[in-house]
């Protein structure tokens, strides 16, 4: 399938076990941000979102931590399975009109059996 | 409710050349972005339509453009294609204006020769 990503950062996690991804992003102004994960060969698919007035949001094994402070995003995944595996994405926007999101660079999931 | 479709999927152009790809949103989504990935950029912002007009657009030379019909489908156009422009074009969609989760579809994987 197609790379996404020749040299992104990468996290090795045995399967069961949790995984968490961070995040770092750079506009103090932005109020919106979504996790994505991207397969080979196929699109990012939504898989949570938080908004800048919660700092914690849970999903079905997934939950994201919002630090406004510091202004930093991380994605906790538990009990990661080998579907798992992928690269994931965290996306921000400031604009209250607009749809432009800002990406980061993704890290690889690799989970060990 | 079908998701997010882009066709085609490959295509292969060789310099100079222009290039038509398309995108159907999920349906009901009046908002369409598109978004270039590569291996050393990432995903980059193209451009975003809602109802027919641009509302923003990424920093991109004019080579590149876009457009979006009456029932919400879009079609992005680069001219004078370079061999930088060899990337994944992704298409995402949701439903209005303001912080909404964006769907993609796969994408189109264009190769200049």
């Given amino acids: 399938g197609e790379s996404v990503g020749l040299h992104l950062p990468t996290l090795s996690v045995q399967e069961g076990d949790n995984s968490i991804i961070n995040c770092a992003y750079s506009n103090s102004a932005s109020d919106y941000f979504i996790w994505y994960k991207q397969e080979s060969g196929k699109g990012p698919q939504f898989i949570i979102d938080i908004r800048s007035n919660m700092d914690k949001r849970q999903g079905q094994r997934v939950t994201v931590l919002l630090n406004k402070t ?8 538990a009990a990661t399975q080998p579907g798992d595996s992928a690269v994931y994405f965290c996306a921000e926007i400031a604009d209250n009109y607009g749809q432009n999101f800002v990406f980061g660079p993704g890290t690889r999931l690799s989970v060990l059996p | 409710k079908a998701g997010v479709t882009q066709t085609p999927r490959y295509l292969i152009k060789t310099r100079g050349q222009q290039v038509t790809l398309s995108c159907s949103p ?9 978004y270039q990935q590569t291996p050393g950029q990432g995903l980059q912002f193209l ?7 641009q509302r923003n657009k990424g920093n991109f030379p004019g080579r590149f453009s876009g457009r979006q ?17 060899s990337a994944l074009y992704l298409c995402a969609s949701s439903l209005e204006q303001g912080n909404q989760p964006q769907h993609f579809g796969d994408g189109t994987r264009l190769s200049i020769l």
Avoid: A, C, P
């Fill in chain 1, 70 to 77: 510091v202004k930093h995003l991380s994605l906790q995944i």
């Fill in chain 2, 47 to 53: 451009f975003e339509y809602f109802s027919e007009t």
């Fill in chain 2, 69 to 85: 019909f009456s029932n919400s489908r879009s079609e992005m156009n680069v001219s004078t294609l370079e061999l930088g422009d």
């Fill in chain 2, 26 to 34: 999920i349906s009901g989504h009046r908002s369409v972005s598109w």
